[in-house]
């Protein structure tokens, strides 16, 4: 905003210079360049380059390539600290001048954003190459004052004529590709009809869930896994998102849940399936007299709220369940991105005998030093894992590496993705405590969980 209130004085003072003609040429070109260049990386700015293609259309000057390369979340960490920004950016700028030529970088109106232009360009593996090595340059580590942080960025391109056959579609491609990279975690894209399709499907299906939300939570229902012991007596279940789309049918979780949690849907899909699983827990628990517990899964963006803690305990509360019976799983980039803020969360919940579940463990990157300090009770073995057992030594390497790790935290071990008897043999041999999978059943509606595993 500031940067836009600036631009403005500036125009209206290069504008005012002008009508009344003052000759001081020194002056207008010192507010020429106020207003075309960023303040703080000297790039020209994004109008100048719009200008740029522009005319290159209009001159026939084509193909040329049209790319956005955004710095990913750990800048927006530093972005409050402004001489870690500005050093950030400064290194950045000179960084990429030389991968895309000096003229040909640009600063996007966001600060966490460059715009290249790449005249003469419409071979894709010429510009894969130029992004590749973008990429690889700006992860480089940095001196001080940003030396404890590294970057990465994510880029998106779309070729002109190629791709578009107007400016403004060449830079909607461009974003397209860049928000299929993101969404992906991926690093770099070339747009594609491809990818243009997935965005407007992915777009279209987006509209459904935001209406079926707003309609009561149309065609959502929750299926249950049960977790058993090493003798399969079933202790606790795992509450999993279903959604049986009007006109559409089932669609995946892998599909919906990345929408709604790239869209902010998933705060209240979250907190519709806390409040679902929670009253079905309490009437399983009165009902059959047992200590049965739910296991609800948590998005990062629902750790990052500020009432994260008090939506939980409020639901409790409200519901009148007790702390012991809700299991919340998390996984390992939700914790280890989250770090500071979220341990004296976390163990709010803990004081209230929920516990902590560390979901998909070992495809992430904890640290041995950070699994000391989180308040963490349980990890949860990821099904890959699982999978190559048995047979394959590696395989039952990494389950003794975890299984090790267990026992030095005093953590409890959970595998999941168990579909044979063997596998199940080899992780009660190897110490794991508890076991989820198609071995005992798939998630079952709430009817057929009750009718087969609750008596
Ligand atoms: P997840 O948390 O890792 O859930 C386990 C997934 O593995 C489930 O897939 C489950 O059906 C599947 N599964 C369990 N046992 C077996 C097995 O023995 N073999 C095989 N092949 N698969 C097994 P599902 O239900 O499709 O869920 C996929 C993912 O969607 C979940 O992975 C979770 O990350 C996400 N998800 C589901 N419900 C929710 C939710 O309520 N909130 C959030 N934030 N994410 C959810
Ligand atoms: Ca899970």
Redesign the pocket.
């Known amino acids: 905003m500031d940067r836009e209130g600036d631009r403005g004085d500036c125009a209206e003072e290069l504008k005012r210079c002008r009508i009344e003609r003052e000759l001081d040429r020194e002056h207008i070109s010192q507010l020429e360049k106020l207003l075309n260049h960023d303040p703080d990386t000297g790039l020209l700015q994004r109008h100048i380059l719009t200008r740029r293609m522009n005319n290159l259309i209009q001159e026939g000057k084509t193909p040329f390539a049209f790319g956005i390369l955004r710095l990913d979340k750990n800048y927006q960490r530093i972005r409050h600290t402004r001489d870690r920004m500005k050093v950030l950016l400064y290194v950045t700028t000179t960084r990429l001048k030389p991968i895309v030529g000096e003229d040909n970088l640009y600063q996007s109106d966001r600060s966490d954003e460059f715009l290249f232009v790449l005249p003469g360009i419409e071979e894709e593996r010429e510009v894969e190459r130029i992004i590749n090595t973008m990429i690889s340059k700006v992860a480089e580590p940095h001196n001080p004052p940003a030396s404890d942080l590294t970057f990465g960025c994510n880029v998106g391109v779309a070729l002109y004529p190629r791709h578009a056959s107007s400016l403004d579609e060449l830079e909607m491609n461009a974003e397209i590709a860049l928000g299929i990279y993101e969404e992906k975690s991926w690093n770099g894209f070339i747009y594609s009809p491809e990818i243009g399709h997935t965005h407007y499907a992915n777009q279209t299906l987006e509209c459904l869930l935001r209406k079926c939300i707003l309609n009561n939570f149309e065609g959502f229902h929750v299926?249950y896994?049960p977790i058993v012991d090493g003798d399969k007596n079933v202790i606790a279940c795992?509450?999993?998102?279903?959604w049986d789309a009007p006109g559409t049918g089932a669609v995946?979780?892998?599909k919906f849940?990345p929408l709604a949690?790239n869209s902010g849907l998933?705060i209240y899909?979250?907190k519709w399936?806390l409040y679902k699983a929670l009253r079905q827990i309490k009437k399983w628990r009165e009902e059959y007299n047992s200590r049965i517990q739910v296991s609800?899964?948590?998005?990062p963006s629902?750790l990052e709220q500020r009432d994260f803690v008090d939506t939980i305990l409020t639901a409790l509360d409200v519901l009148k369940v007790p702390g012991e019976a809700l299991h919340l799983?998390l996984?390992e980039r939700a914790v280890m991105e989250n770090p500071g803020d979220i341990t004296e969360k976390l163990k709010k919940l803990q004081k209230r005998g929920i516990e902590i579940m560390l979901?998909?463990f070992g495809t992430g990157y904890s640290s041995l030093s950070a699994l000391n300090n989180f308040p963490i009770n349980t990890l949860?073995i990821a099904?890959e894992f699982v999978d190559v057992l048995p047979g394959n030594r590696d395989g039952l390497e990494m389950i003794r590496v975890i299984m090790s790790i267990s026992r030095t935290f005093s953590f409890t071990a959970l595998a999941?993705?168990?579909?044979t008897q063997e596998q199940f043999d080899i992780l009660i041999e190897e110490g794991c405590q508890y076991i989820?999978?198609?071995?005992t059943s798939?998630?079952l509606g709430a009817t057929e969980f009750e009718d087969r595993f609750l008596y």
């Open positions: 299926a896994q795992e509450a999993l998102m279903r995946s979780p892998g849940i949690e998933i899909l979250g399936i609800v899964n948590l998005s629902q799983e996984t979901d998909d949860k099904k999941e993705g168990i579909e989820q999978g198609y071995i798939p998630p």
